[in-house]
Antibody
């Protein structure tokens, strides 16, 4: 069974940093592109970043470029999102999602985690 | 930047057909994916590449895409179909989501 489990969310002050993790199981992690998608409470979905299976290709939304870094450790079957210079508008539930293989930034998201809440407030 | 426009809400009587649209410039030239999200839950893929259903999605859920509009159609609507629905495409290596449509089954 495919599972994605996020962790690392919490309350952080504006300007602070946080690292999210997403532990994957039930599939060959290294051949799948994965992404982070966020959702502001009560609002819609916003794509944040994507990384290919090898970790050599990454894409970012303009709203987080230069502040967030996506990475992965295929030996640990884990996806990461390092978030720096956090702003109030980054407050959201952050989901990791698997892109249907063999696609990278062209397929659908066939599995999603349950999300991790990040709250940026003083 | 590319935008996807969805109606905020759609209502359908129990057992009738609901159609949720997703408008975008020449969206017919792109692959459209649709997700269902119920309160407090993660999104679930219900249609991929315009017309394809993942395993476990009933045949009464279908999709189409042409011109400037993609459409998600839910036939014989049930109470369990009440949810938010989002369309999604890829544009220059970034994913774009529609604003979402709340489907109410009356």
């Amino acid at each position: 069974e495919v599972q994605l489990l996020e962790s690392g969310g919490g309350l952080v002050q504006p300007g602070g940093s946080l690292r999210l993790s997403c532990a994957a199981s039930g599939f060959i992690f290294s051949i799948n592109a994965v992404s982070w998608v966020r959702q502001t409470p009560g609002k819609g979905l916003e794509w944040v970043s994507a990384i290919d299976g090898s970790g050599s290709k990454t894409n970012y939304a303009d709203s987080v470029k230069g502040r967030f870094t996506i990475s992965r450790d295929n030996a640990k079957n884990t996806l990461y999102l390092q978030m720096n210079s956090l702003r109030a508008e980054d407050t959201a539930v952050y989901y990791c999602a698997r892109e249907t293989p063999p696609y990278f930034v062209s397929g659908s998201y066939d599995y999603w985690g349950q999300g991790a809440l990040v709250a940026v407030s003083s | 930047s590319y935008e996807l426009t969805q109606p905020l809400s759609v209502s359908v009587a129990l057992g009738q057909t609901a159609r949720i649209t997703c408008g975008g410039n020449n969206i017919g030239s792109k692959s459209v994916h649709w997700y269902q999200q119920k309160p407090g839950q993660a999104p679930v893929l219900v249609i991929y590449r315009d017309t394809n259903r993942p395993s476990g999605i009933p045949e009464r859920v279908s999709g189409s895409n042409s011109g400037n509009t993609a459409t998600l159609t839910i036939s014989r609507a049930q109470a369990g179909d009440e949810a938010d629905y989002y369309c999604q495409v890829w544009v220059s290596g970034t994913a774009v989501f529609g604003g979402g449509t709340k489907l109410t089954v009356l």
